[in-house]
């Protein structure tokens, strides 16, 4: 595993200038704690997202998949309690007008956690501590800060209706569990799965792309029994664990948390969060609750819908089922395989960057190089490009120097560069250079999807 000699100036660095995140909106000055993501990052992405489907969706018979809508009936985010309870304290310096998260204020003051505790508790401790913003200025009294997004619908005033930006993917799935049940006869325990953006007005959004306004969501609602949910949420926890693991994600940098009970959100009787040691601290990388029947619940109190589930072995036995909930963000999960594949080390005199993608999470997983503009260098080159872009993701360069060149790959994390050279139009051989041994091999072109295939292969 990579050498934890990376640091956030460093990641942010090479996610600019190789493409992997820009600064959002940079040519108007930007927008704060947006980010874009550039061709190497969008595919990564995707890379993430779709080795995730595949193995928590397509390869398992007990899972489905659901695309809902962002825009949902402001009745849900009633049900689901997010309208009263998903709120965080907070204060704003009266000189500056910036806005803090008061828990995190104390917290920082006093060491110790506040969760659970009430606003009223909150203003008590701050008046206590006698606690100043960062600036050393006063601060406000703190108030709940609701983090949903509103927006309007309607073209009017007086028509229009405020609905809110889905602040987790999640609600989707429990709104859609009785239309899921019935077009596709599963039976529990099955789950839904969902990849979706949501958004959150978070008071203090930072970290590069570890907390933003806006992310992506990989989330699945697990409908099960009540009786034998700690197996459930165990053997989930091990599925993750393992996930993260196929990905390239560090193990010794990650490490299972139990959550506190006066810490858990309020629809959770028990939350496993798993954690990253970012180099800006421990923090969350993810998340597994058990949410009991809470939301089912309370979706078929508020809509007045039968959301039970009949037993198939016994039509008289019907249940409102609970729900083991593995959550996981694109967002974080991106930054902690950037972070685990940063590799430093130094060759003939000289820095070597090379990030160790797992083969299936690197943007290219080949790059063809012709060893220099010679036309008849593309000649020989192209048609090999073209022989194994079907089959896998396939940069072709033939800009700088062969070893420039080289350094590049290894820095976007490309496991195998393909070079053509003069001895290829005699020979029908090219070289193929290992990321991260550096070794070089001689293979026939013909038989370079076998080698490939071999090599690739997941
Ligand atoms: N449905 C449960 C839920 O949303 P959460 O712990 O609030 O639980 C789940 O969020 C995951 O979503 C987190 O573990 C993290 O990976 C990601 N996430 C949450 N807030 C985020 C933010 N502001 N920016 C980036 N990712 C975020």
Redesign the pocket.
């Given at each position: 595993m990579a050498e934890t000699n990376v640091t956030m100036e460093k990641i942010v660095a090479l996610a600019k200038q190789r493409g992997f995140v820009y600064p959002g909106s940079a040519i108007y000055g930007g927008l704060a704690n947006s980010w874009d993501f550039g061709p190497l990052g969008a595919q990564m992405r995707m890379n993430i997202k779709t080795d995730w489907w595949k193995r928590f969706v397509e390869s398992r018979p007990d899972m489905v998949g659901l695309d809902g809508a962002i825009l949902m009936n402001p009745r849900v985010w009633e049900a689901s309690g997010h309208v009263a309870g998903f709120s965080d304290p907070l204060v704003e310096d009266v000189k500056t007008h910036k806005r803090y998260r008061a828990d995190h204020l104390i917290e920082e003051a006093t060491g110790e956690s506040v969760d659970g505790w009430s606003l009223d508790q909150i203003a008590g401790k701050l008046k206590e501590l006698e606690l100043k913003s960062p600036e050393g200025n006063a601060l406000t009294e703190p108030k709940a800060f609701n983090l949903m997004f509103e927006t309007a619908i309607g073209k009017t005033e007086e028509s229009k209706a405020n609905v809110y930006l889905r602040p987790?993917t999640?609600q989707a799935i429990f709104v859609n569990f009785k239309h899921v049940l019935d077009s596709t006869r599963k039976r529990i325990p099955f789950g839904i799965a969902q990849i979706g953006k949501a958004f959150?007005n978070?008071i203090t959004?930072g970290n590069f792309i570890?907390?933003?306004l806006e992310?992506e969501?990989m989330?699945i609602e697990y409908f099960i029994e009540e009786e034998g949910w700690e197996a459930h949420i165990e053997k989930w926890a091990d599925d993750m664990e393992a996930w993260a693991e196929s990905i390239g994600i560090d193990g010794d940098r990650l490490h299972r948390l139990e959550v506190p009970e006066e810490s858990l959100a309020h629809y959770s009787k028990r939350t496993i969060d798993f954690e990253f040691a970012f180099p800006f601290g421990t923090k969350?990388?993810?998340?597994l609750?058990y949410r009991t029947d809470f939301d089912l619940g309370n979706h078929q109190e508020h809509s007045g819908e039968n959301l039970r589930y009949v037993d198939p072995n016994d039509n008289t036995r019907k249940i409102v089922p609970h729900v083991v909930?593995p959550?996981?963000?694109v967002?974080?999960t991106l930054l902690a395989v950037l972070l685990s594949a940063y590799d430093e080390e130094e060759v003939n005199g000289d820095k070597r960057v090379v990030m160790r993608f797992k083969p299936h999470m690197a943007p290219y997983q080949i790059a063809v190089l012709p060893l220099s503009k010679k036309e008849e260098l593309q000649a020989g080159a192209r048609p090999v490009f073209e022989a194994l872009a079907p089959h896998w993701r396939v940069d072709y360069d033939e800009t700088q120097s062969i070893g420039k060149r080289y350094r590049r790959q290894d820095e976007i994390g490309t496991p195998y560069c393909v070079t053509v050279d003069f001895d290829s139009l005699e020979d029908k051989a090219v070289t193929i250079r290992d990321r991260d041994t550096m070794e070089q091999v001689r293979v026939p072109i013909a038989e370079l999807e076998r080698w490939f295939a071999e090599k690739l292969s997941i």
């Open positions: 987790e999640a959150r978070e959004p570890f907390r933003t992310f969501q989330e969350e990388l993810w998340g609750a909930e959550s996981m963000g967002d974080r």
